[in-house]
């Protein structure tokens, strides 16, 4: 069974890093770039957001015994078609787990002006994220709990 604690928790995490991320992004890019505190803390909260994310999606696929992803990122897309989230929400925010990877692993390096770009056009997609799971997880007690 979905637990929906589990998934407010996280969601109020989010909201935390989100916020956080949004105060950085208060500061030009010339000034998160010179600033290595700023620079690493911006890098730190979108993968902490996504962590967070990731974490909510695996939860409700396995405990809503939706079907397996491949990976990942295929974790949005199932989220998509399972209308959890507008399938091209789903779509548009799916490559945030590449962005990830590569924070995280140091796969290759990270073209900070884009990522400051990105961050800047499409942070809000995090917020939007979170408005389509908190609906999710309110659906789910109504189904429930059913008024009387």
Do not use: C, W
Not at 50 to 78: A, C
């Amino acid at each position: 069974m979905i637990d929906n604690t589990y998934i407010e928790n996280k969601l109020i995490s989010i909201k935390s890093y989100y916020d956080e991320l949004t105060e950085i992004l208060n500061y030009s890019d010339e000034e998160i770039k010179s600033d290595f505190k700023l620079l690493r803390a911006t890098e730190r909260l979108v993968q902490l957001i996504v962590d967070e994310i990731i974490d909510i999606n695996k939860h409700i696929i396995k405990y809503g015994r939706l079907q397996v992803p491949e990976d990942t990122f295929s974790t949005f897309l199932v989220l998509g078609i399972n209308n959890i989230l507008p399938p091209e929400f789903a779509k548009r925010l799916a490559p945030v787990v590449g962005l990830r990877n590569r924070l995280v692993h140091r796969y290759e390096k990270i073209d900070v002006d884009l990522l400051l770009k990105e961050l800047r056009r499409n942070s809000s997609d995090f917020e939007e994220y979170l408005r389509y799971i908190f609906q999710y997880i309110q659906d789910l007690s109504k189904d429930i709990y059913p008024r009387r």
